[in-house]
């Protein structure tokens, strides 16, 4: 479970980006988070894996305080999660396997289980045919896919997306959004950021965050500040 309680969050020298946000997402569940630009949905999805802390209130993890983990407990956190962030572009100077199987040999898995799971990955989003391409000669769809593949090689119980479907055509952006989806019914928790109006149509839970503050909540237990 993750849960927000009256999370505010101030950059040094900037605008506060986040005002006593509170809410919980269940194991297992899918939720889209909307907003416009600058609302802080990229910041909200930081505090989850420990990259931001908040300035005040509370972000946990399956009751653990994520704010309060150092530097040796925050791998641990880590490595449940499945990240697919817009600042970690795929290796240009290897191949599409060797990107994805990076996750795994940082972790110590041995070469050979990694090329194997690395695969699988490939696998489950369509990519198989491609562990031998060059990233750059990749469609910028099938490159956030391979995104996907690497995110989830870790078998993370979290996927954390922002943006996935960011600059992408609408046939890019529905296979990656069903490559994600697909991991929620095997009971990943999935949060992902998106202004995809037809996902957000059809969306099981959307928590709306405008100017830092929570603006709108489809279903859910929330509780608004
Ligand atoms: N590292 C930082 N230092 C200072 N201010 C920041 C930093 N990161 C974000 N901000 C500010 O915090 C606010 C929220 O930003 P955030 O990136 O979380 O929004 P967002 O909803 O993800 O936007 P976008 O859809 O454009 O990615 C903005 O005003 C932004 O300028």
Known sequence: MIEFHQVSKQYPGGNQA??????????GELVYLSGPSGAGKSTLLKMI??????????VTVNGQDVGQLNSSGLPYLRRKMGLIFQDQRLLLDRDVLANVMLPLLVTGTARAEADQRARAALDRVGLLNKADAAPQSLSGGEQQRVAVARAIVNRPRIILADEPTANLDKASAARVMSALQ????AGITCIIATHDESVLATAPRIISIVGGRLAGLMSGKEITA
């Open 49 to 58: 894996a420990g990259v931001e802390k908040p300035s005040s209130g509370r």
């Open 182 to 185: 697909a991991f929620q019914s």
């Open 18 to 27: 986040l005002a006593n946000v509170s809410f919980t997402i269940g194991d």
